[in-house]
């Protein structure tokens, strides 16, 4: 079994930055695709970006384009969200997943096998 947590979440005004983390910890897979997804109340869950194992491919929402980066550290099991320019309607529970066997990137939510608990983004104006 695969753990996920997420940390780095917080209240941040609009403009401002946060760098969200999420370690995986259990059996890790060692070709798996990770990805950020968030969930704003009442809302469905969305794509944020994802990269691959080796981090050569990357692909995020049109949201996060130009503003957020994510990144991943193997030997620490670690993905990384660098949210630049953080905007109100970015406020949402910030969730990661990662795919057992797959290296490819995805947007959908049913091609990821294990996720987080999520953390609290809150962005105010």
């Known amino acids: 079994q695969v753990q996920l947590v997420e940390s780095g979440g917080g209240l941040v005004q609009a403009g401002g930055a946060l760098r969200l983390s999420c370690t995986a910890s259990?059996?890790?897979?060692?070709?798996?695709?990770m990805a950020w997804f968030r969930q704003a109340p009442g809302k469905a869950r969305e794509f944020v970006a994802a990269?691959?194992?080796?981090?050569?491919?990357?692909t995020y929402a049109d949201s996060a384009k130009g503003r957020f980066t994510i990144s991943r550290d193997n030997a620490e099991n670690t993905v990384y969200l660098q949210m630049n320019s953080l905007k109100v309607e970015d406020t949402a529970a910030y969730y990661c997943?990662?795919?057992?066997?797959?290296?490819?990137?995805?947007?959908?939510?049913?091609?990821?096998?294990?996720w987080g608990q999520g953390t609290q983004v809150t962005v105010s104006s």
């Open positions: 997943a990662t795919r057992k066997y797959s290296q490819l990137v995805s947007e959908y939510t049913d091609a990821y096998d294990y």
């Open positions: 990269i691959s194992w080796s981090g050569g491919s990357t």
């Open positions: 259990g059996r890790t897979f060692s070709n798996g695709a």
